[in-house]
C-alpha cells in the first residue's frame, strides 16, 4: 500500500526552509501532496493560486524528485482534504520549542478527528530563522530575500 502524505501551510511565500522539508518528506513517502491553505489568522501577501505557482517553479528549480502534488484546499477541514486522496500523515516544519507549541494541539485536534498521525520534520540548522512573515516584511521593506528563498520566488517578489 502506498504511503501518501500532505505537508500543508500558507506558504505566503514558500521558503528555503520549507523547500528542504518538502525534499526530506518526497524521500521518505511514495507520495506527497503539498497543500496551500488559507489561513485566517495571517495577513496575506500573495494570492493561493500565486503561492502554488511558486512551489511547482521552486521544486522544478531545486530539481527535486519523488511523486510530489501541488495544489490548494479552501473547503472544510484539513483531515477531509486528507480523507479525499487517501493519505494518512501529515508533515509539518518544526523549526523551535515555539514551532512545537503551535503544532502539538493541531497534530492532536486532527488525529481525533481523522485518525491522521503527524510527523514533526526538522529542516536544516541553516533554515531555523527563516519564516515566511519575515521574509514578507523584509520583501515590503526593499530588503534582499535571496538567503531564505528559492531564487524565482525572490526575482517575483523582487518584481
Ligand atoms: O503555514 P501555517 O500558516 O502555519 O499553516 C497553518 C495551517 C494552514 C496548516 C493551519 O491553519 C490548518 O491546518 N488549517 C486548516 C483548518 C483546519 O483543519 N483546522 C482544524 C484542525 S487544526
Given amino acids: ?3 501518501i502524505a500532505v505537508v500543508p501551510g500558507s506558504f505566503d511565500p514558500v521558503t528555503l526552509g520549507h523547500l528542504d522539508v518538502i525534499e526530506r518528506a518526497a524521500g521518505i513517502f511514495d507520495e506527497l501532496h503539498v497543500l496551500v491553505v488559507h489561513n485566517p489568522d495571517k495577513s ?5 493560486a500565486q503561492r ?3 512551489i511547482l517553479d521552486s521544486i522544478a528549480e531545486a530539481d ?11 473547503v472544510g477541514l484539513l483531515v477531509d ?3 479525499d486522496v487517501g493519505a494518512s500523515v501529515l508533515v509539518k516544519g518544526i ?3 515555539v514551532d512545537v507549541a503551535y503544532e502539538t494541539p493541531m497534530a492532536i485536534v486532527n488525529r481525533n478527528l ?3 498521525e503527524t510527523v514533526f520534520m526538522l529542516p536544516a540548522p541553516e533554515h531555523a530563522h527563516v ?5 514578507r516584511q523584509v520583501a515590503a521593506l526593499g530588503g534582499d530575500v535571496r538567503p531564505y528563498v528559492p531564487r524565482v520566488v525572490a526575482d517575483f517578489l523582487q518584481r
Avoid at 44 to 48: G, Y
Avoid at 131 to 135: D, P
Fill in 114 to 116: 481523522a485518525g491522521v
Fill in 1 to 3: 500500500m502506498s504511503r
Fill in 95 to 97: 523549526r523551535s520549542q
Fill in 44 to 48: 496575506a501577501l500573495l494570492p493561493i
Fill in 52 to 54: 502554488v505557482s511558486l
Fill in 131 to 135: 519564516s515566511s512573515s519575515l521574509v
Fill in 81 to 83: 482534504y486528507c480523507t
Fill in 64 to 74: 527535486i524528485e519523488g511523486s510530489i502534488v501541488v495544489t490548494s484546499w479552501s
